[in-house]
């Protein structure tokens, strides 16, 4: 069943900071890159996504064991829905495909960096990235 792209919400965090010691749902994951994440409560890693060709950030989602598994064997990027609580492949019901170039898990294993080809808009608005508001900064040098 196609999954849409859609918007994430809300994931409780863990207020101790204590990574999840188990993945939430079964996985065939390499036990020895499950063994390096430091996950959420909810076993959850943040994915920050960004363009292959220019290293434009397009969107951060968030994947568990079997997410990352299905991303690095597929060479599709696929996340896991907190608010539908399901995997989705991005593009599966857009057209917006990702197709995975890399991934990298940062020191920390809290998070990971997915270079993708961004075939399509990456935002679920249409938008080529999920970052296109700009907020105002005040520098100390501007004051």
Sequence with gaps: MPVPDAP?????????GAAAAVPAR?????PAIAQRLRRTADG???????????????MVAWMDDEALHRTLTTGRATYWSRSRSEYWVKGATSGHHQYVRSVALDCD???????VEQVGAACHTGQRTC???ELPVTSPEAR
């Excluded at 079964?26 to 390499?30: H, R, V």
């Excluded at 294993?109 to 270079?115: E, H, T």
């Design 26 to 30: 079964p996985s065939q994951l390499d």
């Design 44 to 58: 959850l890693v943040a994915a920050v996504v960004r363009a292959h060709d220019s290293g434009e950030v397009l």
């Design 8 to 16: 994430l919400t809300g994931v409780p965090s863990d207020p101790s």
């Design 109 to 115: 294993g809290d998070a990971l960096l997915v270079s």
């Design 131 to 133: 970052f296109f508001t």
